[in-house]
């Protein structure tokens, strides 16, 4: 049996069963105890919680997934760090991923392959947005859900964009039929890198196919760095061109000829569902560039073969032949994989050191040309001085305005990228493609780096989590925070009550957030609340909101089934918190004893039931020694009761069921002055009434309806919900 199967996360979490497997990381399926939820759970591997880089890696997913809040992307509720455990609690999510339901259908239709791509494309525009680029987008990191919605999941290798990418040290990840060029090779990645994924995704939609395959990982990674995909059209000839536009230049080879964003995607999208028929012109681009340069490359290159191949001389044929030397070893991995692993579309890490070796076995004619051309992009890198008319100095572009800059030099052409920075004011240069005073070409491009300022960050919802949980999620939000005390009658100890700024605020990063951690309730007493009437499971609510313990015990009775009709501690009376209340609740069986009369032994005054009420607190009302509604010619008092853990001011309105007036007019009661006690309202009528009651705080919610007897001066409760005053406080909280 698995280890962590039982295992109570936090106090909170608790693990039920393993679902999934992953490289770093396995996912269980829990229960959040707290909030009464099924959660997804996932652990980082024993193995790897020594490991920082694992942990770095694994806690990029929470960081990274934390900061987005989209339909498209699967939620995150909870990082923490317990007994030498790393996990993060999710969202759980019942469905199949794509990937399984490409291998259902075999091929897409063309509006379900759109359909599908949009939302993966919308849920990456806010991960870019936010300076995240996800890196490892594939079939199996995204979940359809049955009513065909897309969630995207699995941020495990994401970068903040706004992080230094070292590719020395830090080696690039992803699943090699899905990556982009740049990202085998070991290049710096951007949200492009997503882009080009999301192509990949779509040829392998719509064709059943993935683009390259190949012997071994190194190989289909070669592939994407060097050959054309072959179009959808040869596999498929219905694709409509303009679709299979969008395919080809999702995954150009060069990062600058793709999309340049999610958005930018999306609108060719959009146009094609409105027609069909449009052309986007991205194939006479390409094809104007390969012949262009494709064809003068292979002219060249298999003249210089032929030139070679006449030079040479053979060998005498008696010369003994010189052994060939043995292949240096390819190097491992740096995580284990199997050649099944490979052929099921596992995960695998791809390193840009595996195209070293295969590149240095490459023709001399390759080599030769390659070093001639990047000896003359070398020299003329470091040049400082013009050799021709054309030659511009580079000037100094960091610290001005993009738009000052771009006006200002217009001998270049400046193209900009942005990422958040805190030196720097939104609009302003932090970085240029090219260093000043270096000579660079009248009309060149230059890719310059332009601040979007500091990074507005949104203040997560933080109550009931732990305050080593809290603190965690808001180191990762880029948050400050200072811890503060204090007593809380809702909340246990040492989980928060609120914070300030409040949830869903908006502050800069680096704002200091104040964190209410609980101390516990400051008095172990509590108000046994009145259930006689109620159902059970809303009398178990309101007696476990109340602290308390309830215990149920059927009884023969003729009321209705799983209707309450005693309990053992008269209500209103204050007794230690977890006590526990046993309260008798009908099996409707009928089978009753007879009643007792007023002059039998034993007799007990129906009217004993009700509490006896305290003085309630800001009113002048005083109920009868004997507990009877009050009566004055055609004016009773209806009792409405306040749960024990209500704690807003609600607008409360009485109204008759027949004719929808109201008895009075509306009026306020502050909850938390009433809590746990009755508040007297009289009402002034004639005849039977129905009426029923209702609380506005931000929605409106019935919580009680009643029948009034003005000629007797009493009423009869038809429902009552207590729980009512909770639900429009948790409506309002979130």
Request: aromatic letters at 10%.
């Amino acid at each position: 049996m698995d280890k962590y199967i039982g295992l109570k996360l936090d106090g909170r979490y608790e693990i039920t069963e393993l679902i999934g497997f992953g490289g770093m990381a396995n996912v269980y399926r829990g229960r959040d105890i707290m909030e009464n939820r099924v959660v997804a759970v996932k652990i980082l591997k024993s193995e790897y919680s020594e490991n920082e880089e694992f942990v770095r890696r694994f806690r990029n997913e929470s960081k990274a997934i934390a900061v987005l809040s989209h339909p498209n992307i699967v939620k995150i509720y909870d990082v923490g760090y317990e007994q030498n455990i790393q996990y993060i609690v999710m969202e759980y999510i019942d469905g199949i991923t794509l990937k399984e339901y490409i291998e259902q259908q075999g091929m897409l239709k063309w509006r379900d392959c759109v359909h599908f791509t949009i939302q993966i494309l919308r849920a990456l525009q806010l991960a870019h947005d936010r300076g995240i680029v996800h890196r490892d987008i594939k079939p199996q990191n995204v979940m359809l859900l049955t009513d065909g919605s897309i969630k995207v999941m699995d941020f495990g290798i994401a970068r903040f964009s706004r992080e230094v990418e070292n590719t020395d040290s830090e080696k690039t990840m992803g699943s090699v039929h899905y990556v982009s060029p740049e990202q085998a090779s070991g290049g710096r990645t951007d949200e492009r890198s997503d882009i080009y994924s999301v192509g990949v995704m779509m040829y392998e939609m719509l064709t059943g196919r993935k683009p390259f395959n190949g012997d071994t990982p190194v190989a289909v990674a070669l592939k994407h760095m060097h050959d054309a995909p072959i179009p959808p059209s040869e596999y498929v000839s219905s694709i409509y061109p303009g679709l299979e536009e969008i395919i080809l230049h999702a995954m150009e080879k060069d990062p600058a000829r793709r999309y340049q964003s999610a958005s930018g995607m999306i609108r060719d999208i959009e146009a094609f569902k409105q027609d069909q028929s449009i052309v986007f012109g991205y194939s006479d681009k390409r094809a104007d560039k390969s012949d262009s340069t494709g064809a003068a490359a292979k002219e060249k290159l298999a003249s210089a073969m032929s030139a070679i191949k006449i030079s040479h001389k053979p060998k005498p044929k008696k010369e003994k032949p010189v052994p060939a030397p043995e292949p240096e070893p390819e190097p491992e991995p740096e995580e284990y994989y199997d050649e099944d692993d490979y052929y099921d579309d596992d995960e695998v890490e791809v390193r840009h050191n595996y195209a070293l070796p295969i590149l240095a076995a490459a023709t001399v004619t390759v080599i030769i040309v390659a070093t001639l051309f990047v000896a003359n992009v070398i020299l003329g890198a470091f040049r400082t001085t013009a050799s021709s008319v054309n030659d511009y100095t580079m000037p100094k572009l960091i610290g001005l305005n993009f738009y000052d800059a771009r006006a200002q030099y217009t001998d270049i052409q400046l193209v900009a990228t942005e990422e958040y920075n805190n030196q720097y004011a939104a609009g302003i240069i932090i970085d240029q493609e090219k260093a000043e005073g270096r000579m660079v070409k009248i009309g060149d491009t230059i890719k310059v780096t332009v601040s979007k300022g500091t990074r507005i960050v949104t203040v997560p919802d933080l109550r009931n989590y732990h305050y080593s949980s809290a603190t965690r999620a808001l180191e990762d939000y880029g948050l400050s925070y200072i811890l503060v005390e204090q007593d809380s009658d809702d909340i246990a100890a040492d989980f928060v009550v609120q914070t300030d700024p409040a949830s869903g605020s908006q502050v800069e990063e680096g704002t200091e957030v104040r964190v209410y951690v609980s101390l516990g309730p400051k008095t172990e007493d509590t108000t046994v609340p009145y259930v006689v009437g109620k159902n059970v499971v809303e009398a178990q609510y309101e007696i476990e909101d109340n602290f308390l313990e309830p215990k149920i015990q059927y009884v023969a009775s003729s009321e209705p089934v799983d209707t309450v009709i005693a309990q053992n501690i008269e209500a209103g009376s204050q007794i230690p918190r977890n006590t526990v209340i046993t309260i008798s609740v009908s099996d409707g069986s009928g089978d009753i004893e007879a009643p007792i009369e007023a002059d039998d032994p034993g007799f007990t005054d129906p009217w004993s039931q009700f509490p006896v009420l305290p003085d309630y607190p800001g009113t002048e009302y005083t109920p009868d020694e004997d507990n009877t509604p009050q009566q004055s010619g055609n004016t009773l008092t209806l009792m409405l009761d306040i749960p024990a853990t209500a704690q807003n001011v609600y607008y409360v309105s009485i109204i008759r069921t027949d004719t929808g007036e109201d008895m009075v007019p509306v009026f306020t009661i502050d909850s938390a002055e009433w809590a746990g006690y009755s508040y007297p309202l009289e009402l002034t009528g004639e005849g039977t009434v129905t009426v029923e009651a209702y609380i506005r705080y931000g929605v409106t919610i019935r919580f009680g309806t009643y029948n009034l007897n003005f000629d007797t001066g009493t009423y009869d409760i038809v429902d009552y919900s207590g729980s009512a005053f909770r639900t429009v406080d948790t409506f309002v909280m979130f």
